[in-house]
């Protein structure tokens, strides 16, 4: 295998198909970054075995064929070429790289070595604005859940009707949003890793450009500008969603979005490090009261605003109320309660696309 390409191009290509590289692995070529050349193409793959990315770049191509090299070690080492034309060879030695009057040289392991992939998959399909899937993703990925103790929960349910509904919750707060399918050929509900959901986020653009999202057999295939993200889909019963978000409350309360993050930023400067981040809001005579308590101090602010039904104290993680306030895209949100240890919902104003529900805690102070 020989080939010339541009540096920048390559160590932007590799910086993306090394986010699937393995990191702690048994097998050492899931940690490898395999690189096939043909035609006037250079593609590079990496999969961890859960999730695989593929990019093609355009190389002149001097001896066609296919190796793996170090994942890391490569991305990091092509990354301080970005300014230079770069060869890269085999040779006996393993994968020679050349660029003005340098060389260096890196192991690799047999191509012959790497799993095989189906990237034609397609039994599903649906086909998005980039822009309207870049945003749904946005609204809901931050609510999946970290930890392994339910993996399920690692994923967001997509399901594909007459729109996109995403649905992710962590067991502390959930997030529910739509979109618009501009076509489809069939109705489908799978459960796609956050992770996966993230790659696929940052391939997108905010623009009116179209995509193509494809399941089938428990895999999830998106393909955009010479990138392919493959991934494999989550198993398993998911909460429903009509059993957890209400839709009656005792006290609805619309004010300002940026008036209310301000507050609340502040008041977390003081529980910085604490346990549950804990904030209050105390709800009435038309003002929103955001304070906070802790052994550096105590904060209180008012936030104007319009409440309907009985006044309510209530508190609650701000960095979950925080997240879903800066996913919500109108500057009057809403907050909707029934009483001060039930779940309460955070909302625009007027357009309903999107949902948040967030657990309170119980304040011991």
Not at 220 to 237: A, C, F, K, P, Q
């Amino acid at each position: 295998m020989k080939f010339v390409c541009d540096g920048s191009t390559l160590a932007e290509a590799v910086m993306k198909v090394s986010k699937a590289c393995a990191v702690r692995t048994t097998a050492p070529v899931m940690e490898c970054i395999k690189l096939e050349a043909y035609g006037e193409e250079l593609t590079l793959l990496a999969t961890d075995g859960e999730l695989a990315i593929s990019k093609a770049i355009k190389a002149e191509i001097f001896e066609e064929g296919a190796v793996c090299v170090p994942g890391k070690l490569f991305s990091d080492y092509i990354g301080k070429l970005a300014e230079e034309e770069v060869a890269l060879s085999t040779t006996d030695r393993g994968l020679e790289i050349r660029y003005k009057d340098a060389s260096s040289c890196f192991q690799t392991v047999s191509a012959e070595e790497f799993p095989k992939l189906n990237l034609e998959i397609g039994e599903n399909s649906a086909v998005m604005k980039q822009k309207d899937l870049r945003t749904i993703i946005a609204q809901t990925v931050f609510c999946c859940a970290q930890d392994d103790s339910r993996p399920v929960l690692k994923g967001c349910l997509m399901e594909f009707k007459d729109r996109l509904t995403a649905f992710a919750l962590d067991g502390y707060r959930l997030a529910l949003a739509d979109a618009d399918i501009v076509a489809k050929s069939g109705e489908t509900t799978v459960i796609c890793p956050a992770r996966t959901l993230t790659e696929i986020s940052r391939m997108l653009t905010d623009d009116e450009e179209e995509i193509t999202i494809f399941t089938e057999g428990g895999m999830l295939l998106v393909r955009t500008d010479g990138m392919t993200i493959l991934s494999r889909l989550y198993n398993g019963e998911f909460i429903k969603r009509e059993n957890v978000i209400p839709t009656r409350f005792t006290t609805v309360t619309t004010l300002s979005k940026s008036e209310l993050i301000s507050g609340v930023e502040r008041a977390a400067i003081l529980i910085r490090g604490d346990k549950n981040n804990l904030i209050t809001l105390d709800m009435g005579s038309g003002l929103v009261r955001i304070s906070s308590v802790s052994d550096l101090g105590n904060m209180a602010e008012s936030v104007p605003a319009g409440i309907e039904g009985v006044d309510l104290t209530i508190s609650m993680n701000a960095k979950y109320l925080l997240d879903a306030l800066k996913a919500l895209d109108e500057e009057s949100v809403t907050l909707s309660f029934n009483g001060p240890i039930s779940p309460f919902i955070l909302q625009n104003a007027e357009k309903k696309g999107a949902l948040y529900l967030i657990l309170p805690v119980r304040n011991a102070q």
